[in-house]
């Protein structure tokens, strides 16, 4: 079993930055795919980024294109932790960001395939 715990959020100017991060515990996290989503009220949660290896020790990562340029995930496997750094944040960027993670690698961008989920933490970017 493994458990997700994201921080980082909050409310930020447009233009401005955030870090997300999410601590895991339990697993292996090293080999775990590690994902971020968003998720707006009324809408299907949506992919953001994702971070996963096929050797457990290089690592690739995919964007989605509404964040490619401006979101940097990143992980720490001493300390078991996944960031999302956000940079140029957009109004359109609110939501509440969750952490998610699984064993497995395709699909990377189908939330119904990850087995573990944080409790997610809003970012509100104002304009």
């Known amino acids: 079993q493994v458990h997700l715990v994201e921080s980082g959020g909050g409310l930020v100017e447009a233009g401005g930055s955030l870090r997300l991060s999410c601590a895991a515990s339990?697993?292996?996290?090293?080999?775990?795919?590690m994902g971020w989503f968003r998720q707006v009220p009324g809408k299907e949660r949506e992919f953001v980024a994702v971070?996963?290896?096929?050797?457990?020790?290089?690592?690739?990562?995919v964007y989605a294109d509404s964040v490619k340029g401006r979101f940097i995930i990143s992980r720490d496997n001493g300390k078991s932790t996944v960031y999302l750094q956000m940079n140029s944040l957009k109004p359109d960027d609110t939501a509440v960001y969750y952490c998610?993670?699984?064993?497995?690698?395709?699909?990377?961008?189908?939330?119904?395939?990850?087995?573990?989920w944080g409790q997610g933490t809003q970012v509100t970017v104002s304009s």
């Open positions: 998610a993670a699984k064993r497995t690698v395709v699909p990377l961008r189908e939330f119904r395939t990850y087995e573990y």
């Open positions: 971070s996963w290896s096929g050797s457990g020790t290089v690592y690739s990562t």
């Open positions: 339990g697993g292996s996290f090293s080999t775990y795919t």
